[in-house]
């Protein structure tokens, strides 16, 4: 309260979806945003928003968070990768937007009926992803600046967030809402990467089998699916050097989204805890 809030709301026994639709019905204006508790807005960002949320459309905008500076490479490397990725249009967009830089007309949240509950995680996306197919209007504004303090600073938390970030469920809706004709990158890359991890571990077994180094052939599919990414990121954002470290943050993505996959991250704990 003693910075300026007029309510505060706790639920402590709440998921996340739970929490944000709690919040959006203890509001009463017809814009709403969301950050995280641990990021900071541009001194302008609300003067950033103000052209679109004062347009007559209903419009939902934001942009990846950064790391705060200097960061880790981890950091960095990162967000190099989020500033880089082809924003596509009105119906990929929704892959750029999550909760801690989100804003919107009211009327879409009122018309999605809010966050899906049955979401661990991934219900911004689920939310902006149906906002799309809704036909409302989706945009990725990179003048909306915020920092994120909360940014994994060590390969090992980042790979713990990836686990954690990991939803089958929410891929589940991607796949059905849009047939991986648009925003499916994620889903399709997790599910190269863990069927190409099996034809590693089948190359392993045959090495110690038949002592032929032949088959070690099989990992070249797997490190295509790492570099691939890792060079188009690196040209598109015009840094050569981000290629190995992008190159390890993908391996490390696709690992953490593959073993969610496979059934072995079930029990997942929100990764900031022990980190």
């Not at 880790?72 to 937007?97: E, P």
């Not at 990414?229 to 190159?247: E, I, K």
């Amino acid at each position: 309260m003693s910075l300026g809030f007029s309510k505060v709301l706790k639920h402590p026994d709440a998921n996340i979806p739970l929490c944000r639709n709690k919040g959006l019905e203890a509001t009463s204006g017809q814009w709403i945003a969301f950050l995280d508790g641990d990021c900071e807005p541009s001194v302008d960002w609300i003067l950033k928003a103000l052209p679109y949320l004062e347009q007559p459309t209903p419009t939902l905008i934001g942009w990846p968070v950064e790391p705060p500076s200097p960061g880790t490479w981890v950091q960095r490397y990162w967000f190099i990768h989020w500033a880089n990725k082809r924003r596509g249009g009105q119906n990929d967009a929704f892959r750029l937007i999550t909760t801690r830089n989100m804003l919107f007309h009211r009327i879409i949240a009122d018309h999605l009926h809010g966050f899906d509950e049955t979401l661990t995680t991934g219900e911004d996306t689920d939310f902006v992803l149906r906002a799309t197919q809704a036909g409302f209007l989706v945009q990725a504004i990179p003048e909306l600046r915020v920092i994120h303090y909360g940014e994994p600073a060590t390969l090992r938390q980042f790979f713990r967030q990836q686990i954690w970030h990991a939803n089958r469920t929410s891929y589940t809706k991607i796949v059905q809402a849009t047939g991986l004709q648009t925003g499916g990158h994620a889903v399709l890359f997790s599910t190269l990467f863990l069927g190409n991890l099996f034809l590693c571990i089948v190359a392993v077994a045959l090495l110690l089998t038949f002592k032929c180094f032949y088959f070690m052939a099989l990992f070249l599919p797997l490190i295509a699916l790492v570099a691939i990414p890792a060079g188009l990121m690196s040209l598109r954002a015009h840094t050569p050097r981000a290629f190995f470290p992008l190159g390890i943050l993908y391996a490390a993505y696709g690992l953490a989204r593959s073993l969610d996959l496979a059934g072995f991250a079930r029990n997942k704990r929100p990764w900031k805890k022990g980190s």
